[in-house]
């Protein structure tokens, strides 16, 4: 048996206040790890800093919408100077709408992808090109020729949050969008996993199951307890995944016991969903 320190490690976490992010934050926390999270909407400082001092680590705050390219460079320098070298990166900040396609509007189909797939996408690109020693401006000329930066071994995790969504068509809820922007984010994780193996990066992405979150909990009034009843007779261990049981995975999977040869991997948690 072995155990998982990850004291003097420094893990990146998107949308780490709520949600699944929540659970990742405490569990990379119960680890030993110095946490980096960003939000959006709603500054979870109050409940992060009682985590801290739960675990006896520190958590540092950013703003960041998941989107905000510029924002996203900003929040990697601070952080490398207040914090330190981040090693772990979790793209986890998402979004989901429950709406036909027929029904869905414009901005919401581009804020549905720029969310849950070019986000993770600005996100990593930033870090590896932190990482990397690159500016974080990629000028005309790099752009066409490409960088070059061969021999770089720099042992670094990244992992995209994806979901089971990307996999199989759900049911009873209508979200194309969604399922479209998850499926191209695990497909984005194996092809960064092949471009940046030759940098020592490992790569990869996992697909969640139902969660108890409260975005689950709480599906649109007069569908409740048809929908819920539904996921679960769907779900073979006849339950939502805890998300404690969601961190626990990752801390595992981000460790040197799981990851250093695995890469390019979508990791299925769903208590046996998609085996129907």
Not at 160 to 176: K, T
Not at 220 to 231: D, F, H, L, Q, S
Not at 237 to 243: H, I, L, Y
């Amino acid at each position: 048996m072995f155990s998982i320190d990850y004291s003097g490690k420094i893990v990146f976490i998107t949308g780490g206040g709520r949600g699944i992010g929540l659970a990742l934050t405490e569990a990379f926390a119960e680890a030993g790890a110095t946490i980096v999270i960003t939000y959006n909407s709603r500054d979870p400082s109050e409940y992060v800093q009682a985590v801290s001092k739960k675990f006896g680590v520190p958590i540092h705050v950013y703003h960041c919408p998941a989107e905000d390219s510029k924002r996203i460079d900003e929040v990697i320098e601070l952080a490398s100077g207040e914090v330190g070298e981040v090693g772990i990166v979790i793209a986890n900040a998402g979004m989901s709408q429950w709406v036909e396609m027929i029904d869905m509007k414009d901005a919401d189909l581009h804020k549905m992808f720029d969310v849950n797939l070019v986000a993770p996408l600005f996100l990593a690109r930033a870090f590896t090109r932190h990482w990397l020693g690159l500016p974080a401006t990629i000028s005309e000329n790099e752009a066409a020729q490409g960088s070059r930066k061969d021999g770089v071994k720099l042992n670094k995790r990244i992992v995209f949050i994806a979901s089971i969504s990307g996999l199989v068509n759900m049911s009873p809820q209508h979200q194309v969008a969604y399922n479209a922007s998850k499926a191209g984010l695990a497909m984005a994780s194996k092809s960064l996993a092949g471009e940046w193996a030759k940098y020592g990066i490992i790569v990869n992405s996992i697909s969640p199951g139902y969660v108890s979150t409260d975005m689950i909990k709480n599906p649109p009034p007069g569908e409740g307890e048809r929908w819920v009843a539904k996921w679960n007779e769907m779900t073979p261990v006849g339950r939502f995944a805890d998300p404690k049981e969601i961190g626990d995975t990752l801390v595992l999977l981000c460790s040197d016991k799981a990851s250093t040869f695995m890469t390019g991997h979508d990791l299925v948690i769903d208590g046996g969903y998609t085996t129907y």
